[in-house]
């Protein structure tokens, strides 16, 4: 039922209710059986089993399962597979604790909900809770009352509701039970309706429940937050196909090698028995996994965490770290996040020149350029008719009203001593009707009324005007300046205040005053701009990321603003909702292609902006404060709230809140996110060509007829404990030079792109060299023990993989160009990788473990740590060969 096009008769003849009698107990029970509960159902959550059993069946831990069921098999005891295993562990405990974490968006919803009601029953008030409301029970609402569900008014007294959890707009909106729409018109625009959640601020009213529960517009959010689906995080994506590549490679290696050992079996070259070939494959499919990536990845988003929460921005879901670095387009709510959120004057007219205001926010600090009679009478109506005040921090009253005690404080006067010293007498408050507010005060003998509202509105109740100090009759061609002034202020987003005052001489009625005043002239007030943003969107255009503005504020306001920030440079680049209403959704995947600014919008218009942006290709990332904005929040890639005015439903619906609620936070989130994407990249290079150099080295090694020149074990160990310290250390690096000059990072694209193909290539070959030479030597040339050979291969590898990690800080810079020790983290784990190296080899018992008690003279570790720096060089060739 579109209630708010129907006239109060025709609603309450479609509900079939008398209004003065409320529902019987009969037609209570009727519409109970007929409309449910008014309540809202939450989605049933996936029980722990079922997340866990997800996480598992993840590919790369599928991988790492089965490596440690096959090593643990093979070896004949558990240490090498419970080191396997205790990674997976780890990691599915942290997924499963975020995810567990994550969802309470509906319950948060829930909680907003009116407990009790008044509603007219059997022709008596009775308080019910609100879950046993009906369809058509007449209710009773008053100033600090939630609206207990969807209600058509029927009676309003200067009713004035809080509506910013569904429009997102702070500005109480004044109700009016006879207005009639004749066409759809959007939530902040139904003056006759009231909305389940929202507060009344002002004055009291009677209404008709016409949607409960999941009806209602909150209910149609908590609809739209169970339907989204989660979807897997560019990061995700690309590390799950990374899994697949290198299971992928191990298998077809593992079979490569079984048929070369029964060929070279066939032909005399070499005897290869069962056992030997299983366990050579046992440590080709331990050495082709990165078992240290899932857990250095999980630390690194981790810190990175931690690091964001240092700048305001909490990151509430690990991968939402990475995905900031590949956000194209960042859609941003108006009022507070590229707004300051409080109300400015910035022009004024006196009836015969304009006039600026500078300054901003609440301070006192400014300058009003300009000074006439009319201008100061202004001022004093302004600050005295206004029932706001600010004393220090300490702000009460409506926005609009501070900012006129703001203007008052600009003109040199103290707002409580004026105050005082003009007394008020008496007052008018505003309605809807009259839109304008009236109050009678004690000037200098005299009392004078002194009164603002709509401009038009109060320019029919005026009969002359101020104009040089002369009051003068209003005419034709006055009402054509002040109309065009209006019209002015207007065009630049300006929210228009008339102000005129009267002599009264003696009065019963103060409501019967309102004629014949004097017009002083207009006050153009705004929520400026931050000016720090918009040196923020202009990086953000450097970086290739689109800034859309998505605000339930008229096109006129939105679009002025988005000039100003340098969102749009025409209005044609804006459309409203009553526009968006028309586009199919085809339609709509390409007007979002070229529209920066959306005004007038409701909850379902930003879940389908959000969509279409995703249809086109774009990572966006969606902020926003209100109940209204939590389905957008969930569904975008990137859900932002904000964390000072933002509710508890999209702060659980977020995937990130900003604790100053400022644009430029997110800029520096996006920049932390490129940082972070960098870093991965490095050591998910630095581990893969590891594990490649690891399957090449054993590769050759079997075609050569050689075996294994390592054992599973100190496979192991390199890829958990020696690679896990300097690949920690390069997630830690600092940003490189131009980081947001760089196009986002594509969400499609490989992690492994052909330039960091060409950098693993060229380092796998090197380090197959090195750790084959070094075998060679230790194995043939010197000898003297059964295991001298692999001792020498596992000290080049080693002592290869710590030097490399200098070469992986860059992928492009070399390490002449850049200061190598640069980044302490690289350099402290280099030495505690040296470290427990040493221990490997020396400590009686460990060195057993791994076979590598084999009686090295000093000239001995002078070759195999010579070796190691072959690797280097290997890695920094790599940089010359630009794709």
């Known amino acids: ?105 509906v319950e948060a919803l829930k909680s907003m909900s009116a407990p009790k009601a008044k509603v007219l029953r059997d022709g008596k008030t009775v308080e019910v809770a609100s879950t046993e409301l009906t369809v058509g029970d007449i209710v009773l609402v008053e100033a600090g009352d939630y609206i207990p569900a969807d209600i058509r008014f029927l009676e309003t007294t200067n009713l004035k509701i809080d509506e910013s959890a569904l429009t997102g707009e702070s500005v109480s909106v004044g109700k009016d039970d006879t207005f009639v729409s004749e066409e759809e018109i959007g939530i902040g625009d139904r003056e006759n309706m009231g909305y389940m959640s929202t507060i ?10 016409t949607s409960i529960g999941m009806e209602t517009e909150i209910g149609k959010i908590a609809t739209m937050l169970n339907e989204v689906d989660d979807e897997m995080t560019p990061l995700q994506k690309k590390i799950d196909r990374l899994g697949k590549l290198l299971g992928t490679v191990s298998i077809v290696v593992v079979v490569i090698i079984f048929l070369v050992g029964f060929i070279y079996n066939a032909i005399g070259f070499r005897e290869f028995g069962i056992l030997e070939l299983f366990m050579v494959s046992v440590t080709l499919a331990v050495a082709a996994i990165p078992e240290g990536l899932p857990t250095v990845i999980t630390v690194v988003l981790s810190l990175g965490m931690r690091k964001m929460a240092k700048k305001n ?58 000074e006439s009679d009319a201008l100061n009478k202004l001022i004093e109506i302004g600050g005295l008719c206004n029932d706001a005040s600010i004393e220090e921090d300490n702000l009460i009253g409506d926005p609009t009203e501070l900012a006129l005690v703001t203007l008052l404080g600009k003109s040199g006067q103290n707002p409580t001593e004026l105050r005082q010293k003009h007394k008020r ?197 969606m902020t926003g404060d209100g109940v209204n904005d939590a389905p957008a929040l969930k569904q975008a890639n990137i859900g932002v709230a904000m964390g000072i005015t933002g509710t508890d439903v999209s702060k659980e619906a977020a995937d990130m809140v900003l604790m100053d609620d400022n644009f430029t936070t997110i800029v520096d989130a996006v920049k932390e996110g490129r940082v972070i994407y960098t870093n991965i990249r490095k050591f998910v290079g630095y581990l893969v060509s590891c594990n490649v150099g690891e399957v090449l080295l054993i590769f050759v090694a079997m ?108 992928e492009s810079i070399t390490i002449f160009k850049m200061n190598p020790f640069d980044n302490k983290y690289v350099n402290y784990s280099s030495l505690f990788g040296f470290g427990l190296l040493i221990i490997v080899l020396f400590v009686p018992g460990i060195n057993d473990l791994f076979k590598t008690n084999v009686s090295l003279q000093f000239s001995h570790l002078l070759i195999a740590f010579g070796l190691g720096a072959l690797p280097l060089f290997g890695g920094e060739m790599a940089k010359f060969f630009k794709v």
């Open 1 to 105: 039922m579109k209630a708010y096009m129907k006239s109060t008769k025709e609603v309450l003849k479609q509900l079939k209710v008398d209004p003065s009698h409320g529902l019987t107990k009969e037609m209570l029970e009727a519409n109970k059986a007929t409309y449910g509960e008014n309540t809202l159902i939450e989605e049933q959550k996936e029980s722990l089993l079922r997340m866990v059993l997800g996480e598992l069946s993840n590919f790369l831990n599928l991988l790492l399962i089965a490596a440690a069921i096959v090593s643990i098999v093979a070896s004949g005891h558990l240490t090498d597979g419970l080191f396997i295993i205790a990674i997976v562990i780890l990691n599915t405990g942290l997924s499963v604790f975020q995810e567990r974490k994550a969802n309470n968006a």
């Open 200 to 209: 009344v601020t002002y004055g009291r009213a009677k209404g008709i429940i």
């Open 313 to 370: 921005a909490i990151v509430k879901e690990l991968n939402a770290v990475e995905t900031l670095g590949s956000t194209t387009v960042i859609s941003s709510d108006k009022t507070g996040t590229l707004t300051q959120n409080k109300m400015v004057v910035t022009r004024l007219f006196d009836n015969e020149n304009l006039y600026e205001v500078t300054g901003n926010g609440y301070e006192f600090e400014g300058e009003i350029k300009g």
């Open 425 to 621: 007498i008496d007052e008018y408050p505003f309605d809807s009707d009259r839109k304008r507010m009236s109050t009678l005060h004690q000037v200098d003998k005299r009392q004078l009324l002194y009164t603002k509202g709509a401009p038009d509105e109060l320019l029919n109740v005026c009969s002359h005007y101020l104009y040089k100090g002369e009051v003068k009759p209003i005419d034709k061609k006055y009402k054509d300046v002040i109309k065009l002034a209006n019209q002015g202020m207007a065009r630049d987003a300006l929210r228009v205040l008339g102000f005129a005052y009267k002599e009264v001489d003696t009065y019963n009625d103060i409501e019967a005053e309102e004629s014949n005043l004097i017009f002083v002239g207009l006050v153009g007030i705004i929520d400026p701009p931050r000016e720090e943003v918009k040196d923020a969107i202009k990086i953000c255009h450097r970086a290739g990321i689109r800034v859309v503005m998505i605000t339930g504020d008229h096109k006129i306001t939105a679009s002025a603003i988005g000039k100003e920030l340098g969102i749009i440079e025409d209005e044609k680049y804006a459309i409203d909702g009553t526009e968006l209403n028309h586009l199919s959704d085809d339609e709509l995947v390409e007007k979002v292609k070229v529209t920066n600014v959306f005004a007038r919008v409701s909850p379902h218009h930003k879940v389908r902006i959000v969509k279409a942006l995703q249809q086109a290709g774009e990572i966006s990332s």
């Open 703 to 810: 075609l050569i007829g050689w075996g294994s020149p390592l054992m599973p074990i100190q496979i192991l160990w390199i890829n958990l404990v020696t690679d896990s310290f300097p690949a920690f250390a390069l997630g830690l690096e600092k940003e490189e030079p131009g980081i947001m000059e760089r196009e986002p990072i594509d969400p499609e694209a490989s992690i492994i792109d052909k330039m960091m193909g060409i950098a693993i290539g060229f380092q796998a070959v090197f380090l197959t060299i090195a750790v084959l030479t070094s075998y060679y030597i230790g194995h043939e040339i010197i000898g003297g023990h059964q295991y001298m050979g692999q001792t020498f291969a596992f000290i080049t590898i080693i002592t290869g993989e710590l030097f490399r990690a200098y070469s992986a800080r860059s």
